[in-house]
């Protein structure tokens, strides 16, 4: 199959991980696959398909090479797309890697563009009925992966360190970071060292963000907390088996891959409930879980700290149950989804909720 992914940047994160390992993962498959990108994208991470930079940094419907089947990924992503489909250039799918409307600036934007075509995959169940609640399509799940690069180096006892409490902090100046509730994170883990003060407190922030960020940098000056730049996946593979406890405190994801890398890494996880993390964390089999509102991340940290059975307990659980999560399998499914829509034969996994089922029972009367 030919397709084609109009992607506005590829810069660090999990949306941007997840395009990057379905286009090379579809490329390895023997597909024809064509990154189309505007002018002054960010590249970060390594790609094996075809590069199409425009000299535009807008994109143009006549920028599209024709194919069999157009990603969007974006909802600024859509209309263009669409332009291109109704021109013969591949039919659209729409990859969403996010619900944009409910985080993101413009969401009298993002909102109605989930009306442009029913062709739609998205990464969890959760987000699945979210969006078949809002707008009566349901969409077929791509799950998340965990690159092969993260795997337990069993090197704790080696470092010889205190107790290691890790998290990912992002830059918020000029950005949409209010979901991950970064204060919040920061507030609870202080209440943790005040508590604990032998741990060590460690953030992980891309080096790109952490060299623009004032705020960042002011934290790192203040000689509380560790810092750590990765470049690469080795590198973040390093830090995530340095962590004892990882910390999640993002209230709203669709897949929440940190988390899961962590995970796989052997580190014991704490989370935040976001939504799609329920595909693979469960409260006290192999996570500590809880809800915003409870207030509970230092509580659940804390509690990790001083029972280290808990702890080895839920780590080694955690890492068991990450393997099932591969990018293999995440392409295997995509190449599935694609095909069937291709062929008008689409994949779906149905959502079980009572509300739902009274949807579906409303579209069986309309027909």
Known sequence: MRFTFPILTLCHGGAQRMLVELTNGLTARGHQVVILMPLGGDVSYEVHSTLLITDYTLLRESDFPVSDIIVS?????????????????????????????????????????????????????????????????SGSIVPVGISSSFQNMHIRHKLQEPLNITAILRKVENGFSWHREQDYLVKQIDIVKHNVPGVNINF??????????????????????????????????????????????????????????????????????????????????NCLLSYRYENRIAEDVIRLIQDPALRVRLASRGEADSRAWTWENSVRIMEQTALGFLTGNPINTPPKSALLQRLGGFRLRRK
């Open 73 to 137: 990924n974006f909802y600024t992503t859509v209309p263009v797309s669409q332009a291109a489909s109704q021109n013969g250039k591949g039919i659209h799918i729409r990859l969403s890697l996010c619900y944009e409307p409910l985080f993101l600036p413009q969401n009298e934007v993002s909102f109605p563009s989930y009306h442009t075509t029913d062709k739609l995959i998205v990464l969890s169940q959760w987000q699945q009925e979210l969006i078949e609640l809002g707008h009566g399509i």
């Open 204 to 285: 992980i922030s891309p080096p790109d963000e952490f060299y623009s960020s004032d705020s960042l940098q002011k934290m790192k000056a203040s000689g509380k907390y560790r810092f750590f730049t990765p470049l690469n996946d080795d590198e973040l593979c390093y830090h995530y088996n340095g962590a004892d406890i990882f910390v999640s405190s993002s209230i709203f994801d669709t897949g929440s891959l940190p988390g899961l890398e962590a995970m796989r890494c052997g580190a014991a996880l704490v989370s935040v409930y976001s939504g799609g993390n329920l595909e693979y964390a469960r409260h006290e089999e």
